[in-house]
Nanobody, 123 residues
Framework: QVQLVESGGGVVEVGGSLRLSCAASGSTRGIDDAGWYRQVLGKQRELVASITSGGTTNYADSVKGRFTISRDNAKNTVYLEMNSLNPEDTAVYYC?????????????????WGQGTQVTVSS
């Protein structure tokens, strides 16, 4: 069974850095397009950054120049490097990715969400 497993959240001081990881596990030949979202209690989930299978990236204006999304296809993992963190970045961060459900070339892809990881920036 395919799933996305996130790691790397935690508590950091203002100006600090964190790196989130999102790994696809199970029988899969990999991740296609992927993105990181965040959600604050009572607010809508928002897209923070995205990356295509070819490596093209996009960022929300609020994180441009501070966050970097990347991927390691050999490890079926997508990362979010977060620098110069501020209290407004505090949220639960979710990974979303189209994951191939199988190891064959004809395996279909399906959208999966990670379990979410809490990032807290303390002032």
């Amino acid at each position: 069974q395919v799933q996305l497993v996130e790691s790397g959240g935690g508590v950091v001081e203002v100006g600090g850095s964190l790196r989130l990881s999102c790994a696809a596990s199970g029988s899969t030949r990999g991740i296609d397009d992927a993105g990181w979202y965040r959600q604050v209690l009572g607010k809508q989930r928002e897209l923070v950054a995205s990356i295509t299978s070819g490596g093209t990236t996009n960022y929300a204006d609020s994180v441009k120049g501070r966050f970097t999304i990347s991927r390691d296809n050999a490890k079926n993992t997508v990362y979010l490097e977060m620098n110069s963190l501020n209290p407004e970045d505090t949220a639960v961060y979710y990974c979303n990715a189209d994951v191939f459900e199988g190891i064959h070339w004809f395996s279909r892809k399906k959208a999966y969400w990670g379990q979410g990881t809490q990032v807290t920036v303390s002032s």
